[in-house]
């Protein structure tokens, strides 16, 4: 037997014996995602909301995120962590029975006229058995995430900005 075809029998064998929590693991983080369902509205001017959408886990009962927002430097052509007010903290979002979604809303002061801020969220999810952390995953805003019939996400963008 050459050794490739001993290292390709390996690998499927190793594939076999897997632990079926591992591949489980990796299929429940499709839902798994964060949105800007808040844009500076008329009635919320300089309001930035940031909704996530976290996955329940095998052996970890509780779902945290910590969202927080960044603005994009021009300049540098990066992102940014906004410093002061866009850190909500970690936050438990659920108690890990089901998949749960939840946000927070940040609100700015509005740019000078003439300027503009664009800001996205970044999400840091943890899945927790009591003070230990099972897991964790990083997640920034996407767009696509839009349901007319929830309330909550009737607007789904990876960004917002807030010009005058």
Known sequence: MSK?????LLAAA??????AGALAKTAAHTD?????NLCDTPS????VGVR???????????????????????GARAWRLVRSGGDAGFARIGIGTRLVQ????????????????VLRGIVDVEWRDG?????????TTTAGHRDGKDRQRRVSRSSCEITR
Not at 4 to 8: N, Q, T
Not at 102 to 117: E, H, V
Request: charged share 20%.
């Open 32 to 36: 798994l995602w964060a949105t800007v």
């Open 102 to 117: 939840g946000g927070t809303t940040f609100t700015f002061p509005l740019p000078k006229p003439g300027a503009r801020i």
């Open 131 to 139: 003070t230990e952390v099972v897991d964790r995953a990083r997640v």
């Open 4 to 8: 490739r075809v001993l290292i390709v």
């Open 14 to 19: 190793a594939l076999a014996l897997a632990p």
């Open 52 to 74: 996530v959408s976290i996955p329940r886990e095998r052996g970890a009962p509780q779902q945290w995120a910590r969202i927080r927002l960044q603005w994009f430097d021009g």
């Open 44 to 47: 919320k001017p300089g309001a």
